[in-house]
């Protein structure tokens, strides 16, 4: 039987109820402020349902926090295998759709996330309900809204800072009225929306330009519907224009991925970018050639890089060698479909780069037999024997052993098994304990 525990935070509030209720002081007396600021840290909505109940003074400022995001219908997640996921909030949208008149908590809605396919004429209706304070929006399934619908979105909640639209025709006069109406910005999720304009940015950049400022987007996902999207240059120095990024995923073919990575470490753009994603598409472009010269240069340039995941690349340990000389605080690695590196790169990799806590390794040729610190789950469709990943405890067993735990992948000339240049690692580490014993007798 599983048992349910009560979080931290609401022990504390129920005891400082208690302490309030037992003593002589006025319910009063305790500021709003501190119960506020403890609410803040409580996430599970029963926890809040449970506070809204222990007074007067803590229903009123328990409020802001129930009411604060809406949640309707079930999100079909692709990403995570297909499963459904039913979104459960303690107040549904259905309720506010069927009052009458506004509801009075309206005014503490912040968040809204629409799974079902809703229709034009009830996506306008909750627009005019909710007031303009909220601050972020999801919405899957858009096909029956109109580009007139999403545009109206823009007037109604100019305080937006994240949007999230999946299968949403995503057009320039959108992205105009988002421009000139959301100035506040900073997070935007594209998946899944078909026939994207190449110059689908330039209205974002525009307008900071006349503002007399960089765009202020700070993470920006795109998933499009297809792959074969035809990107062009320009679409590549609007991207730059985007000063502040700090996150940045997309996928897109070979051709736009390799302009993209070579403009932007030569125009030394993201200067703040700590999360990188790219899915390269048809890599075809490049049979002949290796993407290492293409991603050092882009490591080099961005050096507060912390988590990485690449797709697609013909990359080889080089690139690996360069992330851990150059990304001193890189905490995660995702490589998939990258056939190029060993595992001998992967050990070094790790043994380099201290902060490094999970490297994700489907389908790289990494085979469980010759990397047993790695996780491997076995396929039972079909007989793949690609490692998964490694975790912290693999890693943390890769850097115990010291040199000898690179992998001998025989890399050198000679007849025998081993790597010479493992050979002279391992030879420098048992000299340094020589030095080291020599120094404490007093010999050196």
């Known amino acids: 039987m599983k048992l349910k525990f009560i979080s931290f935070q609401l022990l504390l509030l129920l005891s400082l109820s208690f302490y309030i209720t037992m003593s002589t002081s006025n319910l009063g007396h305790l500021p709003a402020e501190i119960i506020?600021?403890?609410?803040?840290?409580?996430?599970?909505?029963?926890?809040?349902?449970?506070?809204?109940?222990?007074?007067?003074?803590?229903?009123?400022?328990?409020l802001?926090?129930?009411?604060?995001?809406?949640?309707?219908?079930?999100?079909?997640?692709?990403?995570?295998?297909?499963?459904?996921e039913e979104r459960m909030a303690p107040q549904s949208?259905?309720?506010?759709?069927?009052?009458?008149?506004p509801h009075p908590m309206v005014k503490y809605v912040q968040e809204v996330e629409l799974c079902s396919r809703w229709t034009e004429t009830q996506l306008m209706q909750l627009m005019s309900r909710i007031g303009p304070q909220l601050e972020k929006v999801t919405m899957f399934s858009g096909r029956l809204v109109s580009d007139t619908c999403l545009q109206a979105l823009a007037y109604y909640w100019p305080r937006l800072t994240q949007l999230e639209l999946h299968y949403h025709n995503v057009t320039p006069d959108f992205m105009m009225a988002i421009a000139q109406h959301c100035p506040q910005l900073r997070d935007l999720y594209f998946f899944g929306c078909p026939r994207l304009s190449p110059n689908i940015f330039a209205p974002l950049v525009e307008t900071g330009i006349r503002d007399g400022h960089a765009p202020p987007l700070e993470k920006l996902k795109i998933r499009p519907w297809d792959d074969n999207i035809p990107w062009t240059y320009q679409t590549v120095l609007d991207l730059s224009q985007f000063a502040h990024l700090t996150s940045f995923s997309i996928n897109a073919l070979a051709e736009f991925m390799y302009d993209l990575i070579t403009t932007i470490a030569v125009m030394e753009a993201?200067?703040?970018?700590?999360?990188?994603?790219?899915?390269?598409?048809?890599?075809?472009?490049?049979?002949?050639?290796?993407?290492?010269?293409?991603?050092?240069?882009?490591?080099?340039?961005?050096?507060?890089?912390?988590?990485?995941?690449?797709?697609?690349?013909?990359?080889?340990?080089?690139?690996?060698?360069?992330m851990a000389t150059y990304l001193p605080d890189l905490t995660y690695l995702g490589l998939r479909f990258i056939s190029l590196v060993t595992v001998r790169g992967v050990r070094r990799l790790v043994r380099d780069a201290w902060c490094l806590e999970r490297m994700d390794l489907p389908y790289c040729s990494i085979y469980y037999y010759e990397f047993p610190e790695a996780v491997y789950i076995p396929d039972d469709d079909n007989d793949n024997e690609n490692v998964s990943?490694?975790?912290?405890?693999?890693?943390?067993?890769?850097?115990?052993?010291?040199?000898?735990?690179?992998?001998?992948?025989?890399?050198?000339?000679?007849?025998?098994?081993d790597d010479d240049e493992d050979k002279a690692w391992l030879r420098q580490w048992q000299r340094s304990f020589v030095n080291l014993r020599l120094y404490g007798s007093g010999v050196a």
């Not at 840290?41 to 449970?50: E, R």
């Not at 949208?93 to 008149?101: E, G, N």
Request: negative net charge.
């Open 270 to 322: 993201w200067p703040h970018l700590t999360h990188l994603e790219l899915t390269c598409v048809n890599t075809t472009a490049r049979d002949d050639d290796e993407d290492d010269d293409l991603l050092i240069p882009f490591i080099q340039t961005h050096r507060q890089l912390r988590h990485v995941y690449l797709q697609g690349f013909k990359l080889t340990n080089a690139t690996l060698e360069a």
């Open 36 to 62: 506020s600021s403890i609410l803040q840290h409580i996430s599970d909505q029963d926890d809040l349902f449970s506070c809204s109940v222990v007074n007067r003074c803590f229903y009123k400022q328990t």
């Open 64 to 84: 802001p926090f129930l009411w604060r995001r809406f949640t309707e219908g079930i999100h079909f997640d692709v990403e995570e295998g297909g499963q459904e």
């Open 389 to 417: 990943h490694l975790d912290q405890e693999g890693m943390d067993q890769i850097r115990r052993i010291g040199p000898q735990g690179i992998c001998d992948d025989d890399n050198d000339d000679d007849d025998d098994a």
């Open 93 to 101: 949208v259905d309720s506010l759709m069927q009052q009458q008149l």
